[in-house]
């Protein structure tokens, strides 16, 4: 199983980024997949997943400006940032979950976003 995460950089407060992952290996659509994040001193967060079911969940702190979405045909999962504080500044991980459960065990090796003030 491989995750390859792309799209992080530096962006100014108020900008935008979007996040991709590609999934390979038994990952497929019997699989959640989603995105946490991780800054300094903190531990790794949930930022936006999404069930096999298409059931999404967001943390509050990125409701109504973060969106995931999933396509299942490319066996990709974006995540869509607006309106970025400097707060998000983080390494974003996609993860994804064994077919048929909901625990996250497989993680991709992370990406950058600085978001500047």
């Known amino acids: 199983v491989q995750l390859q995460a792309s799209g992080g950089g530096l962006v100014q407060a108020g900008g935008s980024l979007r996040l991709s992952c590609a999934a390979s290996?038994?990952?497929?659509?019997?699989?959640?997949m989603g995105w946490y994040r991780q800054s300094p001193g903190n531990q790794r967060e949930l930022v936006a997943t999404?069930?096999?079911?298409?059931?999404?969940r967001y943390a509050d702190s990125v409701k109504g400006r973060f969106t995931i979405s999933r396509d299942y045909n490319k066996n990709t999962v974006y995540l869509q940032m607006n309106s970025l504080k400097h707060e998000d500044t983080a390494v974003y991980y996609c993860?994804?979950?064994?077919?048929?459960?909901?625990?996250?065990?497989?993680w991709g090796q992370g990406t950058q976003v600085t978001v500047s003030s």
């Open positions: 993860g994804a979950s064994r077919p048929w459960s909901t625990d996250y065990i497989y």
């Open positions: 999404m069930s096999r079911g298409g059931t999404i």
């Open positions: 290996g038994s990952i497929g659509s019997a699989s959640g």
